[in-house]
């Protein structure tokens, strides 16, 4: 990087530019993966709604019965309350995590292949499928919190906590489907990725504060769910989305744990998806 | 770098072993530029190998391979900037419009933004699909996706474009329509053009150069007609192919090769 000869400034200012430039081909890479899924999405926004099903039924059944029996301590909250940011979560993560199969879908037939001999960087193909999973669990939040707003859940609906919400549904969802690549890419066929999605989701979502406080849990669970990135964003949605709701780890921890690790999947999987088409 | 230049693809000798099969097995091969070169081979010869090596998508296991002036292991990101790849299985998405499969490539090969609409209208048109350019790639016919993944792959303008197995599972009249395009390809812009086949009437109708694999090995090279005279007066491409390989068509076809070769004419019906 740093040049000793005395013309070093040039060379670094070309460096500069050539960065620069980098970036915003990256930024044009990762847009027209994303661009090219979000289409297919609207064109068949069915997936949206049935898979808003689960999210729903569990506000409405086990929300709706744990409030009333108040077997969770969730201090000044009610139990509907404390758990709508959690069941957000859960839809985040159970959209994203099952995201790996698309990608094994377009390898068996050779739509990767194609990406992949293109100069895209490796991690703008990634990103772009990550971002435009972000996207679809952004349609479904909108659907939750119609629900949750019919349920009497004190959503804040000020617009400054809306956009953290959606900022923090981007972020998670890049995450999990990062995490859901990383899979198809190590699995390669559909069957071996369905029982590996299912082993993944149902540990993740339990030993995490979604639908209970991390201070109930007994002490190895505290540890797994301490270092579980979906406890870190339900701690953000806790925090911006209803009303009473705060944060137990500060934001700044939350971010930071989640964007460190989305940098380390996505640098991971950049190496991975390659390998998928040998 | 650009010494090579002449030569768009230069590999020596170049190997390819997937725990204990050797795939591809020491493997020199020159393909000039503007050539409309044929690789052939029967299923499991080491084709679909020996291209992803030369797309980069596979590294190789020894050996090297430089295409279109360079060595595809140390500058993989030049060598994808000048070629096109058309993949046996389908690469178009089916989810998409034709024009919006092109938008995204023409995306990812960084057309200019305001090159990119010409750019895809003429395409569209060369391939014959500007009138179905805005409908869903799902309804087209198998010969329509094929001319739309050769357009997908020629839209930062190429140096050269490898096809594998281009007409596999396609009619006739979709097989012809798809020649014509190629042929005229070269005519018109002097692309070179590596295909692998395995089928004799393919190398008759197109290829200048051929080179004959046989479980992973260079066992020919020369022009159709040269290979042809070589066993005679009336010798045909079937009987030139029958005499390096064996004839065995079928010889150690992978189970994977075949499942792939055959998914894929069935979805282009």
Redesign the interface.
């Known amino acids: 990087m740093t040049s000793p000869l005395p013309d070093g400034r040039a060379s670094a200012s070309a460096d500069a530019t050539s960065r620069a430039s980098g970036l915003v081909e990256f930024a044009r890479e990762t847009f027209a993966v994303a661009d090219a899924e979000l289409r297919k999405l609207l064109r068949d926004p069915t997936e949206v709604f049935t898979r808003a099903v689960q999210p729903i039924l569990w506000l409405l059944v086990f929300g709706q019965v744990f409030t009333r029996v108040h077997a969770i301590p969730t201090g000044a909250m009610t139990y509907l309350d404390f758990m709508t940011p959690g069941v957000l979560a859960q839809s985040v993560l159970f959209t994203a995590i099952f995201y790996g199969i698309a990608v094994i879908w377009e390898r068996d037939l050779g739509i990767v292949h194609k990406m992949l001999v293109s100069p895209a960087h490796r991690s703008a193909l990634v990103l772009g499928k990550a971002v435009s999973a972000g996207v679809r669990a952004v349609a479904q939040a909108a659907i939750l919190y119609a629900v949750a707003l019919a349920l009497g859940v004190r959503l804040r609906l000020a617009p400054p906590a809306v956009a953290g919400v959606l900022a923090a549904i981007l972020l998670g969802s890049a995450i999990f489907s990062t995490m859901s690549l990383i899979v198809a890419c190590v699995v390669k066929t559909r069957e071996r990725f369905m029982g590996i999605g299912q082993v993944l989701t149902m540990p993740l979502f339990f030993a995490s504060n979604a639908i209970y406080p991390i201070d109930v849990m007994p002490d190895w669970l505290k540890v797994v769910a301490h270092v579980n990135p979906l406890t870190y964003l339900v701690d953000v949605l806790r925090a911006l989305m209803v009303e009473g709701g705060h944060s137990a780890f500060g934001l700044g921890l939350d971010v930071g744990v989640q964007a460190g690790t989305l940098a380390l999947l996505v640098a991971a999987a950049s190496r991975l998806y390659p390998t998928i088409v040998r | 770098m650009e010494a090579g230049a002449r030569t768009a693809v230069a590999t020596s000798g170049l190997t390819r072993r997937f725990d204990g099969h050797v795939a591809v097995d020491g493997l020199d091969l020159e393909v000039e530029r503007g050539a409309f070169f044929g690789l052939i081979g029967s299923n499991g010869a080491g084709k679909t190998t020996l291209l ?1 090596m030369l ?4 590294p190789p296991t020894s050996g090297s391979a430089r295409v279109a002036g360079f060595d595809v292991v140390r500058e993989p ?1 030049e060598v ?2 000048r ?1 096109g ?9 089916g ?2 419009t034709g024009r ?1 499969n092109l ?3 023409a ?4 057309v200019e933004r305001s090159d990119r609409e010409p750019r895809i209208g003429r395409a569209l048109d060369f391939m014959g699909l500007a009138d179905v350019g805005d409908t ?1 790639v799902r309804t087209y016919s198998g010969g329509m996706i094929r001319r739309l ?1 050769i357009a ?2 020629l839209l930062h303008r190429p140096a050269m474009v490898l096809l594998d197995e281009p007409t596999v599972g396609l009619d006739p009249v979709a097989r012809s329509s798809v020649w014509d395009r190629l042929k005229e390809l070269r005519a018109r812009f002097g692309t070179t053009v590596l295909l692998t086949t395995h089928e004799m009437e393919e190398v008759d109708s197109l290829c200048d150069r051929i080179a004959i694999l046989h479980r992973g090995r260079l066992v020919a090279t020369g022009s159709p007609a040269e290979l042809k005279a070589s066993l005679g007066e009336r010798g045909t491409m079937n009987d030139v192919f029958v005499r390096y390989t064996g004839g065995r068509i079928d010889e150690r076809g992978a189970y994977r090769d075949v499942a792939a070769a055959r ?1 894929t004419s069935e ?1 282009l019906r």
């Open positions: 992803k797309t980069t998508l596979l990101r994808r900037r070629i790849y058309v993949p046996q299985l389908i690469s178009a998405d989810g998409l919006e938008q995204l490539f995306r990812l090969y960084g869903l993944e997908q792959a998914r979805r």
